[in-house]
């Protein structure tokens, strides 16, 4: 099993029980969810890769969140929403 | 305060965020089996037989059936055509002597959990008589001839300046929504009724067919839907899969699930487009159009399915676009191959169409020596002419353009992406090399089909407001829609409105959501039931509740222009698209933020179309494409910022709301905006013939084209 032992995070963990983490108030301001099926994995792909590399730039982040699919919005929305929140945890970890 | 025209953040969002969706997978009842289905590896041929033994014997496993079991209950009905005589080809449930396609279903096995099922599956022994396969439609047997036809076509082509021809083809697509399709099916004794969970797009039609098909009640059978990942056309159809849950439910007396894998759904859900289209058309000296004549091919897969053979009727029925066409006659063939059935996929005979017509346009620019804008413009029907008689029909409905002028929207458009200083840099830069091209795509689009749709709103004694309604979601935001059009009347904070759709214990009557048609149709009914409870609300406390309907004889209809810049890489034959535009008249936006996500997502869908996706067969009927891996669709990386230009210069006077739906505009002219885009880049006009443009077909494009410049 690969993830033995190890930690796992899920969307139902990012939330501040029921506050939003930024990411999910940013796709919520941002309009960046139609079907919602997708949304879970583009939320937790974004959270690991805003955390582990704060500064990233857009071609990086276009090629990262190149890793999922969405079938309703054309990514348009999910990568505004993810660098909305991108500035959002950067101002808070300050 | 105005709602309508705001953009407030959706009602839907919160719980799909906080990863509380409760999708078709997520739905459990106690003491559930799992169902799942043996499909035909082979494409076409003769059932010798099915051995189910081994299977039976497998541990968990409650029952295996075949089509014996299932053979008194008919076939799933043809919804939303009129042609007729499509009967001998409905698929039944189970396969009766034949297999027709590669997924064709054959026998289903119930066990009590889903490893069990599969692994039991997978030891029913199908023994089949192959049979040569079917996989053009250009030679395969007929199951309709669709045609219309208006105009002196004959006059037209003896007065012609010119005849340009020109065949196309477009892939085979589907919609392809993240959620699979999945059902829970539950039977409760002590009340009679049959419940089945996991429905979309059409609950109370397909609430209908259940009850008929299984010989109950209509009101003994309820049609609830939870979230549901997406539709596109393909999901919420009734499938064969449907009622063998319900079946399955009644006859075991246990609840039963069923959830497909992807490589399932690649195999049995609706496949869409794939049509040939043979055009033929008399043009005077300044590219105008004086007659069409089309030839139509459909591959229609196996069987015919829910939609019977609206594609192919909407294909032709819409074929001559926003365009004068005097004289005009298309016959559609609707032929039977060895390939997984087709529905309607977003704008379905729309994307085809359009492309065919404006691959047309290109044609008739470049053989006449003309600007294909210009020829555009000679052709559109003038505003002055609308109300506009399209003299076709399609739906059970007379196609008349209730309202636009599409000159003005073209017009803006290019003032938008400034079009001269646009053409003098792509000038500047195919000079010093590049190989970048800008193409244009006209379009008309259809919405608000009726007949009919009701709502029901009550203010209740603690200030929130319940607005019932036969709608269905698909996440398109149908409750932050209605919420905002009722709050338009109350003047209420949508935050206090709960949306109630897809349920058909309910509400006695709705008409679902398909054909762009629930902010019209459902959106209308909702403004009825606000403004008669307001009237009410006048005399009563609340609680009160009062009803709404809104009835519709016409569709009315959107239009857009599409436009793509693109950089084609020689080397890799690989295609950048560097820049997207949708241009889009709905009439009234009441969300301006949810229309420009249905403009965009569309438009990135119509990229997909037009670059990557497609079903692929090899001459025995074999799909190859059956994974994401050969099925390509976009992601992030390939899709341009869609530039969107909304605009409200055309309200629907067929409406209170004035409004016509937005759900099929952005996805209609990709196809034909790219190649397009492509030709111009390539500096080739009518190179591209065919969807999708895969490195494969463009390398063969530009092969031919240093071998033609050679002695």
Redesign the interface.
Known sequence: VQAQGKDVR???G??DGEK?HPL?QA???N?G????????GF?MLAVGVLEAEPDIGDEEL??V???????????????KAVRAAAAEMKKRAK | VKYIGASP??L???T??????Q?AADLKAPGQLHMRVCRSSVSHGKILGIDTGEARRHPGVVAVWTYEDVKHVPPIGIRLTKVGGLEPYQQTNLAKDYVRYVGDPVAVVFAEDPYAAEDAAELVRLEVDELPAKVSPLDAPEAALIEKSYGDLAAAFAGAHAVVELEVAIGRHT?????TRGALADFDPASGILTMRGAAKVPHYNRDQVARMLDLPGDMVHLIQG????G?GVRGELYPEDVLVCQAALRLKRPVKWVEDRFEHLLAANHSRDQVHRLRAAVDARGFVLGLEAEIYTDQGGYIRTHGVTVSDLACAMLPGPYVIPAYRARAHVRLTNKTPCGTYRAPGRYESTFARERLMDAIAARLKLDPIEVRRVNLIPPERMPFDRGTDTLGTHVVFDSGNYALLLQKLLKKIDYESLKDELQRRRKSGEKVGFGLAMFVEKSGLGPADKAVITLHADGTVEIVTGAAS????IETVMAQICAEELDLPIERMRVVHGRTDRIDHGSGAFASRVTVMTGCAVQAAAQALKEKLKTEKPPVSAEGWFRATHMNYPYGVHAAVVRVDEATSGIVVERFMVACDIGRAVNP??VE?QL??????GIGGALLEEFLYDEAGQPLATT?ADYL???????P??EVLLTEDAPSPLNPLGVKGAGEG?INAAGAAIAAAVDAALGRPGAVARLPITPRRLHRITLSQTTEGKP
């Open positions: 899920t969307v139902e990012l939330a939003l999910q796709f919520w301001e309009h969810l139609q079907c919602g099926f997708c949304t879970p939320l276009k090629h969140l190149s890793s999922n699919l969405c079938r309703c919005t054309g990514y348009q929305n999910i990568v | 953040k959706r839907e969002d919160r799909l965020l906080l990863g509380r969706g999708f919609g392809v929504p993240m959620e979230h549901v990942g997406g596109f698909l996440g398109q935001g933020m949810l996500g965009s997502g569309g438009a990135v869908q994401f669709m976009p992601t992030c990386a390939e899709v910022r869609i952005g």
